[in-house]
């Protein structure tokens, strides 16, 4: 049996700012709701994934700009440029034998790395 990643929440102070943010880099909002005073839920999805990641009101109690989530892309200059096309500061490449990783946070300080592998073992 399968187990798929879903939903990785991210704490963040200002939810509008966050899915403008996000948006701004190429996720797509999936949902925006207000379940009820205290709880607003707003899913994105980052292009080509199947998991996605939750910012709202009273969706996790983690502090903002604790999280950190690493992804991969298929080229990490590509991505860096994305970034900086968007107004993101990101990170030179950096070259590692297991990947080229580049490196950015949202504006509550939440930490990304893109890995870029030349090959992936399977599993």
Not at 28 to 40: F, K, M
Request: proline fraction near 7%; aromatic fraction near 8%.
């Amino acid at each position: 049996m399968d187990w798929k990643i879903e939903l990785i929440p991210v704490p963040v102070t200002d939810v509008d700012r966050a899915k403008d943010f996000y948006q701004s880099v190429g996720f797509n909002a999936d949902h925006d709701h207000q379940v009820q005073e205290g709880l607003r839920f707003v899913q994105l999805t980052p292009p080509g994934s199947a998991c996605s990641i939750v910012v709202g009101e009273g969706v996790t109690d983690m502090t903002p700009g604790t999280q950190q989530i690493q992804v991969v892309v298929a080229d990490a200059e590509v991505a860096r440029k994305q970034l900086l096309d968007a107004g993101v500061q990101a990170s030179d490449v950096d070259v590692q034998p297991w990947g080229n990783f580049v490196y950015f946070s949202d504006p509550d300080g939440n930490k990304w790395s893109l890995q870029a592998l030349a090959s992936r073992p399977n599993g």
